[in-house]
């Protein structure tokens, strides 16, 4: 069984920082992609930020220039740095990775509980 714990969300006024952790414990045996996602009241869940094991990113155009995603192997810990906050940014933001809990195994996706983000003056 594989946990996804995240931290660092909270309330943050427009033009704000906010950095978001999330810590991979369990049974690992390696982890492919880990990513982030966001779901606001009323929308589907969308992808925010994504890093591959080497280090290869993409962002969705909302937040390029501003959030920046980055990844702690040797902790299996993923990073979101997120700068300029605006309202609409407000959402819960969820942890996502691919992970092999053995050496046969395949890659399965795991998902943390989210972490609520709000933007408000």
């Known amino acids: 069984q594989v946990q996804l714990v995240e931290s660092g969300g909270g309330l943050v006024p427009p033009g704000g920082s906010l950095r978001l952790s999330c810590a991979a414990s369990g049974s690992i045996f390696s982890i492919n992609s880990m990513g982030w996602y966001r779901q606001a009241p009323g929308k589907q869940r969308e992808l925010v930020a994504a890093?591959?094991?080497?280090?290869?990113?993409n962002y969705a155009d909302s937040v390029k220039g501003r959030f920046t995603i980055s990844r702690d192997n040797a902790k299996n810990t993923v990073y979101l740095q997120m700068n300029s906050l605006k309202p609409e940014d407000t959402a819960v933001y969820y942890c996502?990775?691919?992970?092999?809990?053995?050496?046969?195994?395949?890659?399965?996706?795991?998902w943390g509980q989210g972490t609520q983000v709000t933007v408000s003056s």
């Open positions: 996502n990775a691919a992970v092999k809990s053995g050496w046969g195994s395949k890659y399965y996706n795991y």
């Open positions: 890093i591959t094991r080497g280090t290869n990113t």
